[in-house]
């Protein structure tokens, strides 16, 4: 049993890796081509577009795909049961949060251009929160190559048209519009694909059932809300405070620490149904791979804090170009966090998975009020940077809260 399990996650961690690898240079790709087509306040402009959407984004699933997500993976003959009220459910969240979108950007201090490209993203954002019902299917079924394929197709499709858009126009507006294009083609990929998980695909508006699966729910949602806020916030509080150039030079010393998030992206995906499961069958093994996952995790992170503090000047001129180096200092800050971020997300897959969901709610809670209170200080008086000292000490909270109420019998 043992064995096949490490066959599976190795087989689901390699399609994953693959398709992330190619995913993550095509991604960066684009990200480099717009800074230097646009420079550092195009990349911001950019980033607030979507860091602003994403934050927005709070009530458009409320914990129940996650909740889907677990129940599914340790009993697959819920599927049929909780998918039609779940599907619904959805709809409902993602009509819901569009129209707060747009009640919130009207009047926003933003151009009237950006604000059209805002609601554009948020029109399209909802197809992406109904797809992930999809993705949490595969993922509860242990599956991965779907994603991991649709993920790449749409990357492909923004590095080389959206790449050509921007080079023809070298404008942001055609660009994003292209952008949005892919991600519909990726959504319903995701939706074509995760489809094949059941018999037959059904959707219900049942309200009270809502109710009941909000009660069981709820903890996700909280600890979703509270995720959102602390990594969207820091870059629409640069944008509002300090403007578009100070966001874009932050953007790019994020952009490249989002390179390696793709590390603990992978281990958490093919290991999470995995925990959930043990939880309820085979304690032994559960804190077996924790312990695995715990000691790669912060080894990977250790290194890569070494490594972006050493190169951090290098990589910031060969990717984004002297224009940004500016970014070098912040790079070299917010390399401190990355330890902290790898665990923190193997924390937080472990409680979510162990039923631990409340205690991890008040964790990522008092990380998120600690961020934004760290960032509103310190980006009022040091801008991007303070911002990337604001990330390390939330992530360095976070982590020391999360390890306490980790089990001795795990660590």
């Keep these: 049993m043992a064995e096949n399990l490490k066959l599976k996650l190795i087989r689901n961690a390699g399609w994953l890796f693959g398709a992330e690898i190619i995913s993550k240079l095509l991604a960066y790709g684009v990200i480099v081509i717009l800074s230097r087509t646009l420079g550092p306040e195009g990349l911001g402009q950019y980033s607030f577009i979507f860091y602003y959407v994403g934050l927005l984004g709070i009530f458009s699933d409320l914990g ?6 677990r129940e599914v993976a340790r009993n697959r003959s819920r599927a049929k ?3 039609p009220d779940v599907l619904g459910f959805k709809v409902v969240l993602a009509l819901l949060n569009f129209l707060i979108i747009v009640a919130l950007t009207l009047p926003l201090p933003k151009p009237r251009w950006m604000k059209i490209l805002i609601i554009l993203a948020g029109a399209e954002a909802m197809l992406t929160w109904i ?3 999809f993705v949490n299917i595969m993922y509860a079924h242990e599956v991965t190559k779907y994603e991991a394929l649709a993920r790449t197709i749409e990357r ?4 080389f048209v959206g790449g050509a858009t921007l080079y023809f126009y070298r404008s942001l507006s055609p660009f994003i519009v292209t952008l949005l294009l892919g991600y519909v083609i990726r959504e319903g990929l ?3 694909w995760g489809s094949k998980f059941v018999d037959k695909i059904k959707i219900r508006f049942k309200p009270d059932v809502w109710i009941s699966l909000l009660k069981k729910s709820y903890p996700f949602w909280l600890i979703g809300l509270f995720t959102l806020i ?5 870059m629409v509080m640069l944008s509002l405070m300090k403007g578009d150039y100070e966001t874009g030079i932050y953007r790019a010393a994020y952009t490249l620490i ?7 992206g992978i281990v958490i995906s093919t290991t999470m149904p995995s925990m959930a499961r043990f939880w309820e069958k085979d304690r032994k093994t559960l804190n077996a791979l924790f312990r695995k996952s715990f000691q790669a995790l912060l080894g990977l992170g250790i290194l890569g804090t070494a490594g972006y503090y050493i190169f951090a000047r290098l990589g910031i001129i060969i990717v984004f170009g002297e224009e940004f180096l500016p970014s070098v200092s912040i790079l070299r800050i917010l390399a401190f966090a990355m330890p902290f971020m790898f665990l923190n997300s193997l924390f937080g897959s472990f409680m979510n998975a162990t039923g631990r969901e409340l205690t991890f709610t008040k964790i990522t809670g008092f990380t998120a009020l600690l961020n934004v209170i760290l960032n509103y200080i310190l980006i009022l008086h040091y801008g991007a940077s303070g911002a990337a000292v604001a990330t390390v000490v939330s992530q360095l909270f976070a982590t020391l809260r999360s390890y306490i109420y980790i089990p001795r019998e795990s660590r």
């Design 131 to 133: 797809s992930y019902v």
């Design 81 to 83: 049961e909780l998918l």
């Design 156 to 159: 492909i499709w923004a590095f």
């Design 230 to 234: 602390y990594y969207r916030t820091d």
């Design 258 to 264: 989002e390179v390696s998030l793709f590390v603990p």
């Design 190 to 192: 995701r939706i074509h």
């Design 64 to 69: 129940v795909g996650y909740y889907f997500m």
